[in-house]
């Protein structure tokens, strides 16, 4: 059988690899000053110029979402990764240097540091990327399941969250039912002399109903002879950061989503301070913000310059939403509707401000009231929760978590205005209902910042 590269071995060799590009990239950076400045390079002169190797943990921390499991076999995620981790070092830096000065921390060996510690990192990338993607590093998988989720769990392996993976085939819980996306290798009785005759190093089980008892039994045989066994939507969760929500069998909310497996125990009070640390300085350069465009909304159309809506909230309670006006006066004249691209609805300044999402600076009294938080699931309108959740599953679930001005669905995927829009949306929102912590909040806090420049609003 292939050696394979186990996940665990993968994040501590991306460890390595960002450690190493940290720690080569402030060696090169000082030797590259001595060269230019005319010093003499030895390790005394290192030693000398040590405060320089405090970039390497922050470097470390700064490249962590890097080396997510959905991130490291996609090139352009990782370039952008990188990337965003360059700017925080850089920023890291400009403050340190303004406490330090030119003599302690000279611009042109931060330039060096910066340059070198990004080129080695995507070198190393690279290189890793390159290996884990030959054929005798390669995972290779069998799908056992129902027809419905197999063809779902087929799909992933277009993902390049799997470029280091290779689908053998599908085993059908349903041998009546014809299956599509990969050849069909056999009976579920014959499963384990099918991995070991494929030299299978996984088994994903997709199935939405309950499982036949024998199941159980083959997996556990495959298991003892060294196939790893793992549940679709546990995959489905590491390779697209979302959770199937069309495709989870019974159990599955008792079990990972209010059972022991369930969201992570996050400290409300962490939560909460992180609230106020953003929304008090945001609210306060708001205000002068907020004149101005006062006063464009009352040029553009006639009409009052904010809105008020009821959302529903954590648990079903319902508070009220306060917006800069984006809309005609009479948009909901024949009541509430979900709004689409290029509504005609929206005025002219309307546009620009949804682009820029400064229609929802009002919104942050409703952080400071507590009704909101800076990161959770968009809070939804009472009628169209009513309608969500009857025709999407575990929508209700969503409301264990307080909502947010901006959240992970909100980021990787724009606005919805469809059922279908508002599942998928759902199934980001319960991957950050499970996943929530502080580290996490932030990186959707930079996420969304992204968003704003890139003109990317509705």
Not at 425 to 433: F, P, Q, T, V
Request: overall charge positive; some cysteine; aromatic content about 10%.
């Amino acid at each position: 059988m292939a050696r394979v590269v186990r996940a665990s071995e993968r994040a501590l060799l991306l460890l390595l690899i960002d450690a190493a590009s940290a720690v080569g990239g402030v060696v090169l950076a000082l030797w590259t000053w001595t060269f230019t400045a005319g010093f003499a390079f030895s390790s005394a002169f290192v030693w000398e110029h040590a405060v320089w190797f405090l970039a390497v943990p922050i470097w470390i921390v700064a490249l962590a979402p890097t080396r997510h499991a959905s991130t490291v076999l996609d090139v352009k995620d990782t370039f952008y990764g990188i990337a965003r981790a360059s700017a925080i070092v850089f920023l890291v830096y400009l403050i340190a240097f303004f406490y330090a000065g030119s003599v302690a921390l000279p611009r042109l060996v931060a330039l060096y540091v910066l340059w070198d510690c990004t080129g080695l990192a995507v070198a190393g990338r690279l290189i890793l990327l390159w290996a884990l993607t030959r054929d005798q590093f390669a995972r290779r998988f069998i799908i056992v399941g129902d027809a419905a989720a197999m063809a779902t769990a087929t799909a992933l392996f277009d993902q390049p969250g799997l470029r280091d993976a290779q689908l053998l085939g599908l085993v059908s819980l349903e041998p009546k039912t014809g299956t599509s996306g990969g050849p069909v290798l056999g009976p579920l009785t014959d499963i384990g002399r099918i991995a070991a005759r494929l030299t299978a190093t996984d088994v994903v089980v997709a199935a939405k109903r309950d499982a036949p008892p024998e199941l159980a039994d083959k997996l556990l045989r495959c298991q003892e002879a060294g196939v790893d066994v793992v549940a679709f939507a546990q995959l489905y969760e590491q390779v697209l950061r979302r959770v199937p929500v069309r495709h989870l069998s019974s159990d599955w909310l008792m079990t990972h989503f209010l059972g022991a497996e369930g969201p992570r125990d996050t400290s409300p009070l962490a939560k909460r301070v992180l609230d106020l640390a953003v929304a008090i300085p945001m609210g306060t350069a708001g205000l002068l913000v907020g004149v101005f465009v006062a006063v464009l909304i009352k040029i553009d159309s006639p009409g009052p310059v904010f809105y008020r809506q009821t959302r529903v909230g954590r648990a079903g309670r319902q508070f009220s939403l306060v917006k800069f006006r984006s809309m005609r006066r009479d948009a909901e004249a024949n009541g509430p509707q979900w709004s689409t691209q290029g509504d005609p609805r929206i005025t002219r300044v309307g546009r620009v401000l949804r682009r820029t999402h400064i229609d929802e600076l009002p919104n942050l009294w409703a952080v400071l009231r507590g009704d909101l938080s800076m990161v959770g699931p968009r809070p939804e309108r009472p009628e169209f929760v009513q309608i969500l959740e009857q025709k999407v599953p575990l929508y209700r679930a969503r409301l264990t978590v307080t909502p947010g001005l901006t959240g992970w669905a909100q980021v990787n995927r724009e606005y919805g205005d469809s059922i279908e829009d508002a599942s998928e949306k759902l199934e980001y929102d319960l991957y950050y209902a499970r996943h929530r912590s502080v580290r996490f909040d932030l990186l959707i806090l930079a996420s969304t910042v992204g968003r704003i420049l890139g003109w990317r609003g509705r």
